[in-house]
T-cell receptor, first 114, second 111 residues
Framework: DVKVTQSSRYLVKRTGEKVFLECVQD?????MFWYRQDPGLGLRLIYF???????EKGDIPEGYSVSREKKERFSLILESASTNQTSMYLC?????????????FGSGTQLSVL | RKEVEQDPGPFNVPEGATVAFNCTYS??????FFWYRQDCRKEPKLLMS???SGNEDGRFTAQLNRASQYISLLIRDSKLSDSATYLC????????????FGAGTTVTVRA
């Protein structure tokens, strides 16, 4: 069974801390994505990557960075966490060859920044 | 204007009822359309793709109206297990990697 694993289900951090969210997929997918989901706003794309060491900004990249050193792993970094980054973070992956853009999501990380 | 807009609902329906809702998109160049389902506190999962000719998967029917730029989802013979939030998802030909998500329509099926 295909799997996208996010390292933490719940995370509580303090303002100003550097935060790492890890995501690993076991499907050999080329594409990986980081979204945040907030009530009433839907999922918004933060960053995505279509290959190792490649990254592209999504719609809301400010305050975030990413790292993709290996094909199966895509990390989201909050350089200096702020309260407005409290959110549900969802990682997803998809195959480059997929014609229907089916995304496989991890179970999410609920991040609270105090 | 949001790229994808949905009526948030909730749509409260009895078991066995039919429920339908729409989603509008702003980019006329959009080429691919999907419905994802998200259960409470769970991740989204693909429910079905939406094709130009419309498509059906069991009790679920999806339609695309390019002229008016909306897609629809109809659920027949609702089951309690259909209670979820349904996310409308659209991608633009201009960038195949990026999908735009609606905020979701919540459906609650009651016994």
């Amino acid at each position: 069974d295909v799997k996208v694993t996010q390292s933490s289900r719940y995370l509580v951090k303090r303002t100003g801390e550097k935060v790492f969210l890890e995501c690993v997929q076991d499907m050999d997918h080329e594409n990986m994505f980081w979204y945040r989901q907030d009530p009433g706003l839907g999922l918004r794309l933060i960053y995505f990557s279509y290959d190792v060491k490649m990254k592209e900004k999504g719609d809301i990249p400010e305050g975030y960075s990413v790292s993709r050193e290996k094909k199966e792993r895509f990390s989201l970094i909050l350089e200096s966490a702020s309260t407005n980054q409290t959110s549900m973070y969802l990682c997803a992956s998809s195959s480059f060859a997929a014609t229907n853009e089916k995304l496989f999501f991890g179970s999410g990380t609920q991040l609270s920044v105090l | 204007r949001k790229e994808v807009e949905q009526d948030p609902g909730p749509f409260n329906v009895p078991e066995g009822a039919t429920v339908a809702f729409n989603c509008t998109y702003s980019n006329s160049a959009s080429q691919s359309f999907f419905w994802y389902r998200q259960d409470c506190r769970k991740e989204p999962k693909l429910l079905m793709s939406v094709y130009s000719s419309g498509n059906e998967d069991g009790r679920f029917t999806a339609q695309l109206n390019r002229a008016s730029q909306y897609i629809s989802l109809l659920i027949r013979d609702s089951k309690l297990s259909d209670s979820a939030t349904y996310l409308c998802v659209v991608n633009s030909r201009s960038n195949d990697y990026k999908l735009s998500f609606g905020a979701g329509t919540t459906v609650t099926v009651r016994a």
